[in-house]
């Protein structure tokens, strides 16, 4: 099997994170809208009550924010790590709270889907966003601004 050259293999590297950045953000834009706009933030506070999860009110307003604001950032590849925490904490107390007791298969409720997000943000968080990304950009520039000043 022959072996990319570094600089093709850091292209194809960047391009799938880019891609992942921007899979894994739609999915979480889509779900904070439905929240926020779809369903309105008191019917989703309500669900969440009755459903048991604990300050219903704060985690709808928290679930919605999270999912549409780090989402649209993890799009962008922008505050990349924080966006990821963020979204893996939110991930995190649905598994916790919500679809823990009802098994792994998402057709019955259960956790699959929310841990495949929950991680997926967590790697990015991780990783990093790659090149092709808002972060990239600022990382870039600063650094490039330390070292003409110096």
Known sequence: MSRLP??????????????????LGVVFVAHGWQKFRT???AATA??????????????????????????AALILG??????????ALDMAGAFLFVHLSNGVFVAEGGWELVVV??????????????????????????ADRATLSV
């Open 6 to 23: 570094s600089g093709a293999t850091r292209h194809a590297r960047d391009l799938v994170l880019l891609i992942a950045r921007v899979g």
């Open 46 to 71: 309500s669900g969440f009550e009755q459903m048991g999860v604990p300050a219903p009110t704060l985690s709808a307003y928290y679930a919605a924010g999270a999912e549409l604001i780090a989402g």
């Open 78 to 87: 922008f505050l990349t790590t924080v966006a990821g925490v963020l979204l």
């Open 117 to 142: 997000l929950g991680l997926a943000a967590l790697t990015l968080a991780a990783v990093g966003p790659g090149r092709y990304s808002i972060d990239r950009i600022l990382v870039r520039s600063t």
């Open 39 to 41: 369903n309105g933030l």
